[in-house]
């Protein structure tokens, strides 16, 4: 309605066409207008007309898209009005089965429009789809949301929602894990330069380099497996939290009421519900749960960071396609793009973190409802941003491409400084020289070294320098031993192989179904 009256505001009757505000004003010809403002579409109901998020629509997959769909919720909040109302004629509540067949049958039975004309009416989203749900189970209205506030169903829904978006996010996470640790198996004797600083420290290898990676991914695993087991349902627990509807419909009956919650909280699939809730359970469980998700943002961002800059030296690069376009302007690029993006969608995951806390530091008493918009945003894109995440740094991982011949050319660039401690102890060892005096020697080598690789962009000739200097000859026999690279990366391959067989393949095994199939990204 607001598009049409725009478009009706704006159009030029006279001559059928579309007024700028520079041609209203008068002071821009109607062709210089055309060049500066695209006319308006003429069908305010084109399916392009609307902002989607990219969350859904570019990037998560179909299933966790699904998890957080209005089917999936309204779906669930009617599962949850049937258990509810189960365990009330288990109980002993005079409610038919017939009643409870109906409400059964019309599960999927949703009429999305004329819930949306309720909700205008009352201005209240659970009363509105109580209203739906009624309207096609006429039998079982009068007993629909009998006792409950609308925190039993939408908390609830919400806990279950977060559970089953677990499940579908850590085995991703696993994937993850899976692969970049084959990764690493595959290059854990690979010399390659260690930074610190962002400057040359010593050696590592390619593989321990990667297992830094897996140890985040790993802690992320662990911290979302146990969130999501530490869940528990709100249950039925009434308008404050304290179940004095409940007490009342069970005629003062305590261990009805406790029966009644225990039945509905297994009916939901889980195994306890929280004793102490206010009107909804407490907004601090949204701050471990998007908290963890944040820190696997940070994860993915550290390792993805890490690529970025290794593609820039030409060392390791992400898979790039037979017919990818690195830039519209410069052919040669081969832009990292999919380590960008995981960057990208981590930072606004990381970002993410801040609303719970401040949702649950102003909650008022048992509730105040300044949380449900927040949540309603948060919660999803939290999740959503984390799948298409795990998703991406999946496809990335299971086709990371190394240039072995690059990074050995950088290893040679810098290892000879990095060996001149090793060379000065040999000395004194193998020599018996002076300390003091060979540590001068190789200072003065090594500052000539430097100039030729800083003001004349030669290769490094430490060694060779070293080789035809006479001071050096005693260890002349054994200097290239000592400047093989594989001679300074420690125990790095000991570590790669000692750190997947100890840690890494236990955490994977509750997962050993679910590691099959590639992560194919259509953008």
């Not at 984390?386 to 299971?398: L, R």
Request: charged content about 20%; hydrophobic content about 40%; overall charge neutral.
């Amino acid at each position: 309605l607001l598009l049409n009256r725009l478009m009706a505001g704006m159009t030029d009757r006279s001559e059928g066409g579309l007024m700028t505000p520079q041609s209203q004003r008068g002071g821009q010809s109607r062709g210089a207008a055309a060049a500066t403002a695209a006319p308006m579409p003429v069908e305010p109901d084109h399916e392009f007309m609307t902002y989607k998020t990219p969350l859904v629509g570019r990037y998560s997959s179909p299933e966790m898209a699904y998890n957080f769909s209005d089917h999936k919720k309204f779906t669930t909040w009617r599962k949850l009005w049937l258990y509810l109302a189960e365990a009330q004629q288990t109980l002993g509540l005079p409610i038919r089965t017939d009643q409870l067949k109906e409400m059964h049958d019309n599960i999927l039975n949703i009429d999305f429009d004329y819930a949306a004309q309720e909700e205008r009416r009352v201005r209240h989203d659970v009363m509105a789809h109580v209203n739906t749900f009624a309207a096609v189970c006429p039998n079982a209205a009068p007993i629909i949301h009998l006792g409950a506030t609308s925190c039993y169903v939408g908390d609830n829904a919400d806990l279950i929602m977060i559970r089953d978006a677990f499940d579908i996010l850590m085995p991703k996470v696993a994937r993850c894990i899976q692969r970049l640790s084959v990764f690493a198996q595959n290059h854990a004797d690979l010399p390659t330069l260690a930074y610190t600083h962002y400057q040359p420290a010593q050696l590592t290898t390619v593989g321990k380099r990667t297992c830094l990676w897996i140890a985040d991914l790993v802690q992320d695993l662990k911290n979302m497996h146990r969130v999501r087991n530490e869940l528990k349902f709100r249950g039925v627990k009434g308008t404050t939290g304290t179940q004095a509807s409940f007490v009342t419909l069970f005629s003062d009956n305590p261990d009805k009421v406790d029966l009644l919650d225990k039945l509905v909280t297994e009916k939901a699939g889980f195994s306890d519900s929280y004793i102490i809730t206010g009107q909804t359970y407490s907004r601090k469980v949204d701050v471990d749960v998007v908290n963890c998700l944040a820190s696997f943002g940070s994860t993915a961002h550290k390792m993805c960071t890490d690529i970025r800059l290794l593609a820039s030296m030409k060392e390791i690069e992400e898979p790039f396609e037979s017919d990818q376009i690195g830039s519209s302007a410069m052919p040669y690029k081969r832009n990292p793009m999919r380590c960008e993006r995981v960057c990208s969608l981590s930072r606004h995951m990381m970002t993410l973190a801040s609303n719970p806390l401040q949702t649950h530091s102003t909650q008022w008493f048992e509730r105040t409802l300044d949380d449900s918009a927040n949540r309603r945003i948060t919660l999803a894109e939290a999740f959503l941003t984390g799948d298409v995440v795990a998703s991406t740094v999946q496809n990335i991982s299971e086709g990371l491409v190394v240039f072995p011949s690059v990074i050995a050319k950088r290893v040679q660039q810098e290892l000879p400084f990095m060996l001149s401690e090793q060379i000065l102890m040999e000395m004194v060892r193998v020599g018996g020289a002076n300390r003091q005096e060979a540590h001068e020697k190789l200072r003065q080598h090594s500052i000539e070294a430097g100039l030729m690789v800083k003001q004349r962009g030669l290769e490094n000739d430490l060694m060779q320098r070293i080789k035809q200097d006479a001071y050096f000859q005693p260890i002349h026999a054994i200097i290239d031993e000592i400047a093989h690279p594989s001679m300074h990366t420690g125990r790095c391959a000991t570590q790669v192989r000692r750190f997947i067989d100890s840690e890494v393949t236990t955490l994977l095994k509750p997962f050993a179904h679910q590691l099959e199939g590639l992560a194919e990204l259509t953008l």
